[in-house]
């Protein structure tokens, strides 16, 4: 029986996600990993089923094996998978627990002040637009 693929869940519509899809492109060589839009019905319901409110997403979701990661634990997880350099995102780990959670709050609460809209949904990179699910 096939398993699900590993999944990336992300805002669509933030310059900052659209920048973290290419890097998941760029560096997971196996080409497993798919990204769904949180605007999507499916991302929508991977957030609900995550306890995530859909409504107010601030938040990184990534699932795989049935596990999901959210924040930058999210993002860890991604980088350890995919390997060579996307590894360097273990270091955000020496940050302890509370300190990573707030920061990463930090960011995702005023993302599209400090890093613009962008639309995931229209890059142009082929490779990057078949990992797209919805």
């Known amino acids: 029986m096939p398993t699900q693929p590993p999944i990336a869940v992300m805002d669509a519509t933030c310059a900052l996600c659209s920048f973290g899809a290419r890097m998941i492109h760029r560096l997971d060589r196996?080409?497993?990993i798919r990204i769904c839009p949180?605007?999507?019905e499916r991302g929508q319901q991977l957030l609900q089923e995550a306890g995530i409110d859909p409504s107010d997403p601030a938040t990184w979701l990534f699932i795989e094996d049935g596990h999901r990661w959210t924040d930058f634990d999210a993002m860890i997880r991604v980088g350890e998978r995919s390997g060579g350099w996307g590894r360097l995102l273990s270091l955000?780990?020496?940050l302890?627990?509370?300190v990573r959670g707030w920061l990463y709050l930090r960011v995702?609460?005023?993302r599209y002040r400090l890093f613009g809209r962008g639309d995931l949904c229209a890059i142009a990179d082929p490779g990057l637009r078949a990992r797209l699910i919805s």
């Open 92 to 94: 955000l780990r020496l």
């Open 96 to 98: 302890p627990g509370p």
């Open 108 to 110: 995702a609460r005023n």
């Open 30 to 32: 196996s080409g497993d």
């Open 38 to 40: 949180i605007q999507t």
